[in-house]
């Protein structure tokens, strides 16, 4: 399966290379271009320069960045998620609260047909690099 990461930060990076590792064509963005090249040279896939190149390669989309301003830029921005996201695509967005904004995305997304979840996440810590997730 092709799956799309927007941020390799604390949740995104180990999420993905649990990803990559049990053979899914990966392809990541982050902020800090030189992270998202680094971690395709450790773990395969391909880097993009934009969230919209990602949700254009892929058939499920994570995004997994820290707060509200950085979720609008990455999903809504002019070369966001939403701008490469072909009819019932699939995205999921971790965060620890819903951004007040989400509830209009997720009926424009349901009028264009686009799957997508929230997953609140309430707390996260840092797992060992050994731990498998299940």
């Not at 390669?57 to 921005?77: E, Y």
């Not at 965060?95 to 007040?100: A, H, Y």
């Amino acid at each position: 399966m092709k799956i799309g990461f927007c941020g390799l930060g604390v949740m995104g990076s180990p999420m993905a290379r649990h990803l990559a590792s049990a053979g899914h064509d990966i392809t990541v963005y982050n902020r800090n271009t030189e992270k998202a090249k680094q971690w395709v040279a450790d773990h395969g896939g391909s880097f993009a320069l934009t969230p919209r190149e990602v949700a254009q390669a892929s058939d499920i989309v994570m995004v997994c960045v820290g707060n509200d301003d950085d979720v609008r830029s990455v999903v809504l921005g002019a070369d966001g998620v939403l701008a490469g996201l072909k009819l019932a695509q699939f995205w999921l967005t971790t965060q620890r609260r819903r951004p007040p904004w989400l509830e209009n995305f997720l009926r424009f997304a349901h009028q264009k047909r686009l799957a997508s979840l929230m997953h609140q996440c309430l707390e996260v810590k840092p797992v060992p690099k050994t731990v498998r997730l299940p």
